[in-house]
C-alpha cells in the first residue's frame, strides 16, 4: 500500500514554461516533506523540503507548496530549463528520530527545447 | 569529502549465486541507509542503521538480504541466494541527522541476476 504516491510517471514542459509535479501521501502524522532530483547513472540529491508548519517554500527557481488538509504537495520550477530534465521523487518522514523517510516512484520530467 | 561510495557499480550475477554490495557514507555521518529502486516500484527503503546499529529492517525483502554495517565507515548488504526478481539499482545513502537531515546518496549499484 502507497503511502506516497506520485501519479504522473512522466511530465513534458515547453522549456521557459512552469512546471508542476505533483504528490499525494495517505497519513496524516508526517511532519516533513521533501523532494528529490535524479539524473540518470546518478544517485538522487536533495533539492527542495518544507515542513509543516509551512505552506510554501521556495529556493530560486523552485517553489514546494503544502495541503496538508488536502495532503498533497507540488514542485514548481519556473522557468523550466533543459538541466531539470530529470526524475523527482516526492519523500515524506516524521519528526521523530528513528522515523523513515519514504519515497514516491517518481516522475520524469523532460524540458522540450 | 568525497560523498558517499558505492561498489561494485554494477553487477551480473547467475540466479542462486551470492552478492554483496559495499558502502562507504560520509565521514561523520551517523546515518546510513540501503534502499533499492525498481520500476514498479520506485524507492524502497530496505534497512538503515544509526551509530552502527539497525533500527529498522522491516523493508528487507526475505531472509535472502542482510546488512552489516562492522564500523562506521562501511556498510554490506548481501543476497544469498539471488533471484532474477532481485535485479535493481542498489542506493545506499547517509545522513548526519535522521530523519529530517538531507540524504546523500551514492552513484548506486545496478545488479542484474540471469
Known amino acids: 500500500d502507497q503511502q506516497v504516491k506520485q501519479n504522473s510517471p512522466s511530465l513534458s514542459v515547453q522549456e521557459g514554461r512552469i512546471s508542476i509535479l505533483n504528490c499525494d501521501y495517505t497519513n496524516s502524522m508526517f511532519d516533513y516533506f521533501l523532494w528529490y532530483k535524479k539524473y540518470p547513472a546518478e544517485g538522487p540529491t536533495f533539492l527542495i523540503s518544507?515542513?509543516?508548519?509551512?505552506d510554501k517554500n521556495e529556493d530560486g527557481r523552485f517553489t514546494v507548496f503544502l495541503n496538508k488538509s488536502a495532503k498533497h504537495l507540488s514542485l514548481h520550477i519556473v522557468p523550466s530549463q533543459p538541466g531539470d530534465s530529470a526524475v523527482y521523487f516526492c519523500a515524506v518522514t516524521g519528526m521523530n528520530r528513528d522515523d523513515k523517510i519514504i519515497f514516491g516512484k517518481g516522475t520524469r520530467l523532460h524540458i522540450l527545447p | 569529502d568525497a560523498g558517499v561510495i558505492q561498489s561494485p557499480r554494477h553487477e551480473v550475477t547467475e540466479m542462486g549465486q551470492e552478492v554483496t554490495l559495499r558502502c562507504k557514507p560520509i565521514?561523520?555521518?551517523?546515518?546510513l541507509f540501503w534502499y533499492r529502486q525498481t520500476m514498479m516500484r520506485g524507492l524502497e527503503l530496505l534497512i538503515y542503521?544509526?551509530?552502527?546499529?539497525?533500527?529498522?529492517d522491516s523493508g528487507m525483502p526475505e531472509d535472502r538480504f542482510s546488512a552489516k554495517m562492522p564500523n562506521a565507515s562501511f556498510s554490506t548488504l548481501k543476497i544469498q541466494p539471488s533471484e532474477p526478481r532481485d535485479s535493481a539499482v542498489y542506493f545506499c545513502?547517509?545522513?548526519?541527522?535522521?530523519?529530517?537531515?538531507?540524504?546523500?546518496f551514492g552513484e548506486g549499484s545496478r545488479l542484474t541476476v540471469l
Open positions: 545513502a547517509s545522513s548526519l541527522a535522521a530523519p529530517w537531515g538531507e540524504l546523500f
Open positions: 565521514s561523520g555521518h551517523d546515518y
Open positions: 518544507i515542513s509543516s508548519i509551512k
Open positions: 542503521f544509526n551509530n552502527n546499529v539497525p533500527i529498522d
